[in-house]
């Protein structure tokens, strides 16, 4: 199942048609969209960049596929809206410094690329972007528009998450053996396309995501990976995109079973679903990083009584989390009998669980007994 | 009319030879003493020696003594009486005591302005030639040292005053000295021009002659001053002058009733006015001479007697119009002359312009005219003191002992050889005419011993009044016939008058009565009366049926003549019947009306015809007097039985309202007089002609409004009609209950069809034209029971041969007084000249030493008169500099200069500012200001040719009376009865409300004033509020109006936006109010501590930096300029939440922006917090009726803002679009070849597409985007630095230098300082 394939169904999906975008593509593409707004201009229309919508009005789940898709919703943004001018201005301005970076041919992290694009506007106090949380949602917006990721557009986003195992890969020409990479482990880059990252010798026969690192270094602390032949990974919380894509090229490429642990609240189970079907945000991207063979190995909201965890190790849930939980319910890639028994006895219970409350049971009890357990038994949801 | 009995100063007068009394010509001209010496040269005069030992005449001089003192009171008491109040401590507290006499002459004059006569005619006290007057003003020493004494208290009193209350003045500082002057010539020149009914025209000059010296001239249209009184209006101190105005009169032949030295009479304006004034002379104060009118208070409608203050006469300008109304009263009036008409609208009466009545309006005419001074006896003696006669054999007998005593030590004995050469001794007394008459002396004490004068030496004697208790003695056929000097007023008098009116003649030594030979009963009637008089009468009979009855005696042949007029043809009523009181006139009329009335019964009319025209003028005016109009007809002309046409007149009185009348002329019953019924016109709500008079009767009103379908359903609908409150809701029942009875569907459909009612649910609720109905209910009731009447115009008539003068007469407080034949109500006003102008006269002397220049014109092709004065200090007289005839290009208007020291500074409470107050508050004045060092000259043109309405005097209202003021005006009350005095002294007091009023006070209808006991008048002044009284009307304010308001504004103040609310008038303490408020605000407004330079405030944000706003204060229409704090404008504006409309406003202060805020509060009594006249005090209703007019203002102004928040909006789109055009054509161009320039172009038209704006706009725009936008960063410096350069101005002539192309509107002019702020909007928006 790549995504070249998946793309060939009815989905008319923005990444799907915009595979392999080189350099020279994404400027001609850059190119065409300003031509476009020039023309507008000319023929005194308003002037306006129509690009996709990414809200959860616009994603659909496909239950075949089990990802998350971008529908073909659409948004104009025109000059001409007061409302809109700022960000059309700001379209435009992302745009044309993308194309200096590919035009230099370097990369540069979307921070960079905000202050690279930051200046004050004429002789105003006005700047063209206040905060980095202005360029960013600019940076996907352009993404979908011009169908090309922000790795072909030269960006990148600061590394997140360590990886150990038994794998040998190529990371920008250097093979790393994540064998010995000690206790910190290899840090996982931004972009790990194949012309970046290539895989190399693989023994490991799964991968284990991680939620947190403290958790993380647990186990790599107690050589989970080399007791269990795996690839053991974390995404510092929620997985960047860097991690995610890994990820998929991993388990599509070395075709290895994908487990996920993750604490037991919303925003665990959240995660898990992340990986598995994609994000709303990104759900442009879900062909390419979605895992939707992905596992759930923990920790579920029957482990407190299936492991007689004290309960002194629960936290209440508070209202952000009794929300998303409600929320998650009422997704369609939650419908499933398991996951609402498991959101449900979550509320029902009215706490959360972190991993690390499993440490009250000896401090590697994960590592030696809860996950042996879990995978031995085959107590995952998927 | 009037003789003098003339003596000869030095003949020798004998007793009983009076026709032998030769004429000479006046001694009265010489000092006594000297006709005394001249009278007997060669001859000793002696003392007389019997039969009391003689003395030097000392009753003379004691009496001329006390003249003196009470002269100097009544002198003091006058100049007391013009001057305000600040100056009675200074006036002499106690008239020295007069110095006792032995034979004073009579204790009591009629009028204090008989004492000067009584020097030169010590006794006489009816009778006064010019001459007299004149005479006695010049002669003796001492008198003109006491006049000296009481001038000069008056001097030192009013430089005092000016010296230690210039601060009160105005005067205090050089800055507000000038001020002040400026203030006080405009407001003069407004008024006089606004009274005059002239569209003010004034100019103001300040010339700088040196530092701190300036020539305030000011120059205005007005109908200028007559040339007499140009000294004393700016030459004198506190003169209260008035200006005449231009629009009045009466023709000269048009009768006026006036009552003068007690005695009412009837006569054309002319002669009154005529011999007051001198020739050329437009106008006299007469208020000495005690002239009173029947006039009627504009409040109550009550007529009463008041006093005449001026005379006028002028020529005639304008069209004289004969009005003539139903029941054939007709008044000839100049085009201009108001008249008055019954406004049924407001129900308040209105004073309007002849030549604006058309047959078929409504005038009032008079209905009940008050009562005249009271005459209850009367001196037959002082009647006939005037009437040359000669009647020997009637004596005057039984003379008070003490009389001729007094006479016996005045005689002078003289002694002188009779033609037989015997040596006779005389006894000499001086004459009134100070003639000197000798009596032999067996004659003279036979006088004496019997109490007994010939009738010829007591009038030569003038000692009538002194003769009141004796008896007049006469012989007819050698029977001595005695009659009372005294005649009481009886009702048989009265009757007897009536019937000699009627029926009688004079003939000689006799008159006689011409009776029907049926008419027993009046025969026995006046035998009876003539009787009791003691005169002895005859009757005979005449042709077969008529009978004669003669009565001889007394002087009845003299008397009644006198009284009654001689001849059918110049029939009179006697002037005492006037003054004999309602009940007697009344038996005067029975007696009138037996004799000469005709009763119609069928018509239920009471006729009266005569030959006399002036009997029917007479007649009518005595009908007024009860309370009744009659209807005039005449002439009518009838072939007789006389050789030629007769000619006649005729009066009719009607119905039920003539009072009691004896015989057959008695009562006509069941019909009411036509003139208590009210016209249809009254009532706005009356439905149709059905009827057009209807009386004052709540069924009656029903029915004219179109309620009540009979006589029945009337009350039933009155008594719905009458409780009905509006909005209120009333089922079935509660109507039943309000109507007394069964209520059918019939007639509550009637009250919905009539719009009284509409139906509600299952019942009804009332509509305001319920409330309407008891308004006019109430009115009618008013009306019914006030003094006056309306009359129908039946023709307005323009007269050709109108005559040269037209004349008029001043009433202060009423302005109206009756004339024409058949009097109608007339009106008439005038003017007050402040005393400021001669104040800043007496300023500018004192500071500079130069006089005032005035040159004034009255009229076209009249001379402009050029005067220099100067005020003599010590006399508070004007000293005449210069007075010289120039010639001006003007047609009328007055010019002022005085020179006097000040500072001129611009800014705040200067001249400038107060001029433009002026200007807003006077909108239909044209002000012209000429600033001192070379600055431009300012020009005001009219906003309006509309005059503001004329303001009508009222008297306080009851409601809110405070008790001391409520003691104060019962004290100072000319009215005997409480009753009386309520009426007379508060406004919207008719005698029902009196009458509740003491009800409810538990006091006497009947209490009189002066019996009031403090807490008497404390349970009046808590029975007021609970007596239902009808609000006062407001026509005494005059508000600048709503849209006049406005305009005044935006002629003076460049805004963005106006706006201005007029509240209804309203009652603080029984005094009317009525507030406005006026707003200007944006556009190049400075707001109040800023400078006048380039500052264009419009930003919203903005606004809070620009401090307060201004705020102008305005009291009928003056503005007050300080003590802005303690004011109740001030109070008002703070306690108001201006947040709520979009300005921003600290806690407890004025709220800010560039807004100008004019509260104009116009009241008939401003309520100031002190005597300098700048603050007007915290009275709730004020506060409360300023705070609604500054929130419906504040309203507008917040729907303003919106809108212009809206319009911004707009704006800021476009700024925004264009601020990122320039980064887009950047990226644009980076990212595909592009020409970038028409890349720029095409995205500015596009822009300009977009938000709808000019080609130069957009281009302007982008031209300046940079510079806006640099502007937005250094807003805040730019308005600290114009706070800082704050250079106050005139802000009238405020362009500024950015906008001086003047080709953009003001609305667009803001949009550069729009865009910047706008930017800075879009940051913190997005921020």
């Known amino acids: 199942m790549t995504a070249r394939t998946k793309a060939k169904s009815k989905s008319k999906s923005v990444a799907a048609r915009t595979r392999g975008g080189s350099p020279e593509q994404v400027i001609s593409r850059l190119a065409s969209l300003a031509a476009k707004a020039v023309q507008e201009i000319t023929a005194q229309k308003n002037p306006s960049v129509s690009i996709p919508v990414r809200t959860l009005a616009n994603v659909t789940y496909d239950p075949k596929k089990s990802i998350i898709e971008l529908g073909d919703q659409r948004q104009s943004r025109a000059l001409f809206n007061v409302g809109q001018a700022r960000k059309f201005m700001q379209t435009f301005l992302i745009a044309s410094a993308c194309k200096d970076l590919l035009d230099a041919r370097k990369t540069t992290s979307i921070r960079d690329l905000y202050y690279i694009t930051k200046h004050t506007i004429g002789d105003t106090r006005q700047n063209t972007f206040e905060e980095q949380e202005e360029s960013d949602p600019i940076i996907e917006d352009l993404e979908v528009t011009i169908d090309s990721l922000r790795e072909e557009m030269n960006l990148f986003a600061s590394n997140r998450g360590a990886m150990v195992g038994d794998l040998t890969l190529v990371d920008s020409g250097d093979t790393i053996d994540l064998r010995r990479m000690g206790s910190g482990g290899w840090s996982v880059p931004s972009i790990v396309e194949d012309h970046v990252v290539q895989f190399g010798k693989c023994e490991a026969e799964m991968i284990l995501l991680v939620e947190k690192d403290a958790v993380w270094r647990r186990l790599n602390e107690d050589k989970f990976w080399k007791k269990y032949k795996a690839i053991l990974l974390h995404g510092q919380g929620m997985a960047s995109r860097g991690v995610r894509r890994l990820l998929y090229r991993m388990v599509n490429e070395l075709k290895l079973p994908l487990y996920v642990l993750v604490d037991n609240d919303p925003w665990g189970f959240y995660i898990y679903s992340v990986v598995k079907q994609g994000s709303i945000n990104l759900a442009y991207e879900s062909v390419r990083m979605a895992v939707p063979s992905a596992r759930f190995v923990g920790l579920s909201s029957f482990d407190a009584e299936k492991y007689a965890l004290p309960s002194n190790v629960s936290i209440r849930l508070d209202e952000t989390d009794e929300r998303r939980a409600k929320q998650m319910l009422a997704y369609p890639w939650f419908e499933r009998k398991e996951w609402q028994r498991e959101l449900q006895h979550m509320m029902k219970l009215g706490v959360k669980l972190e991993l690390e409350a499993l440490s009250s049971k000896g401090i590697s009890f994960i590592s030696e007994e809860y996950l042996p357990r879990k995978l031995r038994n085959k107590e995952w949801l998927a | ?1327």
Not at chain 2, 325 to 340: A, P
Not at chain 2, 467 to 478: P, V
Not at chain 2, 1072 to 1089: C, H, K, M, N, T
Not at chain 2, 1090 to 1098: F, I, N, S, W
């Open chain 2, 1 to 1327: 009319m009037t003789i003098r009995i003339r003596r000869a100063s030095g003949a020798p007068v004998i007793l009983g030879n009076d026709a032998a009394e030769p004429a000479s010509k006046r001694s009265a001209t010489k000092p006594p003493a000297q006709s005394a010496r001249k009278a007997k040269p060669g001859k000793t005069a002696t003392t007389a020696k019997l039969p009391a030992p003689a003395r030097k005449a000392p009753g003379r001089a004691g009496a001329r003594a006390k003249q003196l003192g009470s002269d100097r009171v009544a002198g003091s008491k006058r100049a007391r009486g013009k001057q305000p109040e600040l100056f009675a401590g200074e006036a002499p507290k106690t008239p020295p005591a007069p110095p006792k006499a032995e034979f004073a002459p009579e204790p009591k004059k009629k009028t204090p302005r008989r004492k000067k006569t009584a020097e030169a005619v010590p006794a006489e006290p009816t009778l006064l030639t010019d001459e007299a007057t004149s005479e006695a003003r010049s002669t003796p020493r001492r008198r003109a040292t006491a006049e000296s004494m009481a001038h000069k208290q008056r001097d030192i009193s009013v430089s005092e005053f000016f010296m230690k209350n210039r601060h009160l003045l105005g005067f205090d500082s050089p800055a507000r000295a000038l001020l002040t002057t400026v203030k006080e010539a405009i407001d003069n020149s407004l008024d006089a021009a606004e009274e005059a009914g002239i569209l003010p025209s004034v100019a103001v000059e300040l010339v700088e002659l040196a530092e701190d010296r300036f020539r305030v001239v000011i120059e205005d249209n007005g109908p200028g001053i007559v040339k007499a009184q140009i000294p004393k209006v700016f030459g004198k101190l506190l003169y209260g002058s008035k200006f005449h105005r231009l629009r009045q009169s009466l023709t000269s032949d048009q009768p006026v009733l006036v009552e003068r030295s007690g005695r009412v009479e009837r006569l054309p304006i002319a002669a009154l006015v005529d011999p007051l004034l001198a020739s050329g002379e437009e106008e006299a104060n007469v208020a000495h001479l005690r002239l009173r009118v029947p006039a009627f208070d504009p409040e109550s409608w009550s007529y009463g007697w008041r006093p005449v203050s001026h005379v006028i006469r002028h020529p005639r300008a304008n069209e004289v119009l004969e009005i003539e109304t139903e029941r054939g009263k007709r008044v000839r009036v100049t085009g201009c002359h108001s008249l008055f008409r019954f406004d049924a609208e407001t129900g308040c009466v209105r004073a309007v312009e002849a030549r604006s009545l058309a047959p078929g309006d409504h005038v009032i005419a008079p209905r009940n005219l008050g009562e005249p001074a009271r005459v209850r006896a009367i001196n037959v003696l002082k009647e006939l003191a005037s009437v040359e006669m000669h009647r020997p054999g009637v004596f005057v007998c039984e003379l008070p002992p003490a009389l001729m005593q007094r006479l016996h030590e005045q005689t002078e004995i003289v002694r002188r050889r009779d033609p037989n050469e015997r040596q006779r001794r005389y006894f000499a007394l001086r004459a009134r005419d100070e003639a000197r008459i000798e009596m032999l002396d067996d004659s003279w004490f036979q006088y004496v011993q019997r109490g007994i004068l010939p009738l010829s030496l007591v009038r030569r004697l003038g000692i009538e009044a002194e003769c009141e208790n004796a008896r007049l003695r006469s012989y007819h056929h050698g029977d001595a016939l005695e009659t009372p000097v005294r005649w009481d007023l009886t009702p048989a008098l009265m009757r007897f008058l009536g019937l000699y009116v009627a029926e009688g003649h004079a003939d000689r030594r006799q008159i006689a009565f011409t009776f029907g030979s049926h008419e027993n009963d009046l025969v026995e009637e006046v035998t009876r009366t003539a009787t009791s008089l003691g005169f002895t009468t005859t009757t005979e009979p005449r042709d077969k049926n008529a009978v004669r009855v003669k009565v001889f005696g007394g002087l009845l042949d003299e008397l009644l003549p006198l009284w009654c007029g001689a001849g059918a043809k110049n029939k009179r009523v006697p002037w005492i019947v006037f003054h004999a009181g309602r009940e007697l006139r009344q038996h005067f009329l029975d007696g009138l009306y037996r004799g000469d009335g005709h009763r119609v019964p069928t018509r239920r009319v009471l006729m009266l015809g005569s030959a006399s025209r002036e009997l029917i003028a007479d007649v009518e005016f005595l009908w007024l007097l009860q309370g009744v109009v009659g209807a005039r007809a005449g002439p009518i002309t009838f072939q007789g039985l006389g050789r030629g046409p007769s000619v006649a007149w005729r009066i009719d009185v009607h119905g039920d309202d003539v009072p009691v009348l004896q015989g057959d002329h008695a009562p006509l019953r069941a019909a009411e007089n036509r003139y208590r019924m009210l016209p249809a016109a009254t009532l706005t709500l009356a439905t149709g002609p059905a009827s057009d008079r209807f009386p004052a009767h709540p069924q009656a009103i029903a029915r004219a409004v179109g309620a009540g379908l009979g006589p029945a359903r009337a009350g039933k609908s009155v008594g719905i009609l009458t409780a009905l409150r509006t909005g209120a809701e009333y089922d079935m029942a509660t109507l039943e209950q309000l109507a007394g009875g069964r209520v059918t569907r019939h007639l509550s459909k009637h009250l919905v069809q009539l719009g009284f009612l509409r139906p509600s649910g299952a019942g009804y609720v009332a509509t305001p034209k319920a409330e309407r109905f008891q308004f006019e209910m109430r009115r009618a009731f008013d009306l019914a029971n006030s003094d006056l009447c309306l009359l129908k115009i039946r023709s307005v008539r323009a007269v050709e041969d109108a005559g040269e003068f037209v004349y008029d007469l001043a009433v202060p407080g009423c302005e109206n007084f009756v004339a024409g034949e058949g009097p109608l109500a007339c009106h008439n006003s005038r003017g007050q000249q402040g005393i400021g102008i001669s104040a800043a006269g007496m300023y500018g002397q004192m500071t500079t030493g130069k006089p005032i220049v005035i040159t004034s014109k009255t009229g076209k092709g009249k001379p402009a008169h050029h005067f220099e004065i100067v005020i003599d200090t010590a006399r508070n007289a004007p000293n005449v500099v210069k007075d010289e005839t120039v010639e001006w290009e003007k047609d009328h208007g007055t010019r002022v200069e005085i020179e006097l020291q000040g500072t001129y500074k611009a800014g705040r409470r200067s001249v400038d500012e107060y001029l433009e107050q002026v200007a807003i508050a006077n909108p239909h004045a044209e002000v012209t200001f000429r600033p001192p060092k070379g600055r431009a000259p300012v020009f005001v043109a009219r906003a309006t040719t509309e005059m503001p309405r004329e303001p009508l005097e009222i008297k306080p209202h009851p409601y809110g009376v405070e008790l001391g003021m409520l003691q104060k005006i019962l004290q100072d009350t000319e009215a005997k009865s409480v009753s009386a005095a309520m009426q007379t002294e508060f406004s919207r007091v008719t005698p029902k409300v009196a009458e509740e009023i003491l009800a409810k006070a538990k006091l006497s209808t009947r209490s009189r004033t002066r019996d009031l006991k403090p807490a008497d008048i404390e349970r009046l002044h808590k029975a007021i509020p609970e007596v239902k009284i009808f609000a006062p009307p407001s026509a005494c304010v005059v508000p600048i109006g709503e849209d006049l308001l406005r305009k005044g504004l935006e002629r003076e103040i460049k805004a963005e936006f106006y706006t201005s609310t007029t509240r209804p008038p309203a009652v603080y303490r029984g005094n009317p109010f009525q507030i406005e408020v006026g707003l200007a605000y944006g556009g190049s407004l400075r707001s109040a501590d800023e400078g006048d330079g380039d500052v264009h405030a419009t930003g919203k944000e903005t606004d809070a930096q620009q401090g307060p706003i201004t705020l102008l204060r305005l009291a009928n229409r003056v503005p007050l300029q300080y003590q802005q704090s303690s004011c109740a404008v001030f109070k008002s504006v703070v306690d108001t939440n201006w947040r709520g409309y979009g300005l921003a406003q600290p806690r407890g202060s004025l709220p800010q922006g560039p807004m100008v805020l004019i509260v104009h509060i116009a009241s008939v009594w401003v309520p100031f917090t002190s005597e300098s006249k700048e603050a007007v005090a915290h009275y709730d209703e004020i506060l409360k009726e300023m705070q609604l007019a500054l929130q419906d203002c504040g309203r507008k102004l917040g729907g303003f803002l919106r809108r212009r928040e809206a319009e911004r909006h707009e704006l800021r789109r476009r700024s925004i679009f264009e601020m990122y055009i320039g980064e887009l054509v950047e990226s644009l161009g980076k990212l595909t070849p592009v020409d970038r320039a028409k890349l720029q172009r095409d995205l500015a038209m596009l822009a300009r597409k977009h938000t709808g704006d000019s080609d130069e706009d957009v281009a302007a725009m982008l031209a300046t985007t940079k510079r806006v936008a640099k502007r937005g960063e250094e807003l805040d410096e730019d308005e600290r630095n114009a706070d800082v350069e704050a250079a106050p101005s005139t802000r009238g002539k405020r362009a500024t230098p950015s906008r001086a192309d003047g080709k953009q509107p003001a609305g667009k002019r803001s949009s550069k300082r729009g865009a910047a702020n706008t930017q800075l909007d879009l940051l913190d928006e997005e921020a």
